[in-house]
Every structure is written in C-alpha cells, then in structure tokens.
C-alpha cells in the first residue's frame, strides 16, 4: 500500500546569476506550532477586547462581511489551509524568476 508522508521541510532558495546559491530550510512543524500559538492567543483577545474596539466599522472598511471577520477565524482558516498542504507530501509550491534572480519554495 502507497501512501504519501507528511511535508517536514520546507526549502526556499534564493539565486543570482553568478552568485551562489542561498538556502533557508524552514521546519514546519514549527511553523504549524506558530500558527496554533497565535490561534491561542487570538482567541484569549477576542475574549478580552471590548467589543466596540473588535467592529471595524469605525475603520471605515465597509462590506457586509466586514464586521464579521474576527482574526481567530482567519488564523484558523490559515492553520487549516496549512495543514492540508503539508499532505500533500513533496512538491514545488512556487517558482518565481524575474531579471536574473530565482526564487523557488519546495515542501518536502
């Protein structure tokens, strides 16, 4: 039975032409540890903060769902997200050259 491993790593590499080439491994359970981290503590100030100053109608930013956005459910929503693609196992996420310069992020 064939099943994929869970992304571990994640690579982002950084080259110029005629320069060496850069290298920043990023452990992702400690991105994924972050993310829960700040989810925490989200939801410990959405409880805390008055809910006038939560509105953001006094922003001016307008929308109907606008006032409905908290960040404890945006940082869910990225920790979900986050969480999926690391199940994908090993791939390319992005890949970006403009003037000489490459920039690649690998998940492995």
Same mark, same amino acid.
């Given at each position: 039975?064939? =099943?994929?491993?869970?992304?571990? +790593?994640?690579? $982002? @590499?950084?080259? /110029? #032409?005629?320069? /060496?080439? &850069?290298? &920043?491994?990023?452990?992702?359970?400690?991105?994924?540890?972050?993310?829960?981290?700040? +989810? #925490?503590?989200? *939801?410990?100030? #959405?409880? +805390?903060?008055?809910?006038?100053? /939560?509105?953001?109608?006094?922003?001016?930013?307008?929308?109907?769902?606008?006032?409905?956005? =908290? $960040?404890?459910?945006?940082?869910?929503? *990225?920790?979900?997200?986050?969480?999926?693609? @690391?199940?994908?196992?090993?791939?390319?996420?992005?890949? $970006?050259? =403009?003037?000489?310069?490459?920039?690649? &992020? #690998?998940?492995?």
């Amino acid at each position: 039975m064939w =099943s994929k491993l869970q992304g571990q +790593l994640m690579l $982002v @590499r950084v080259s /110029r #032409d005629g320069f /060496r080439r &850069i290298v &920043i491994p990023v452990p992702l359970y400690v991105l994924d540890l972050t993310l829960a981290a700040f +989810l #925490d503590l989200a *939801c410990l100030l #959405d409880l +805390l903060i008055p809910k006038r100053i /939560r509105s953001l109608k006094h922003l001016n930013l307008g929308g109907t769902g606008a006032g409905r956005i =908290s $960040v404890e459910s945006l940082l869910a929503g *990225c920790l979900k997200l986050f969480r999926e693609m @690391r199940k994908n196992g090993r791939y390319r996420l992005a890949e $970006v050259q =403009s003037a000489g310069i490459k920039i690649f &992020i #690998d998940f492995y």
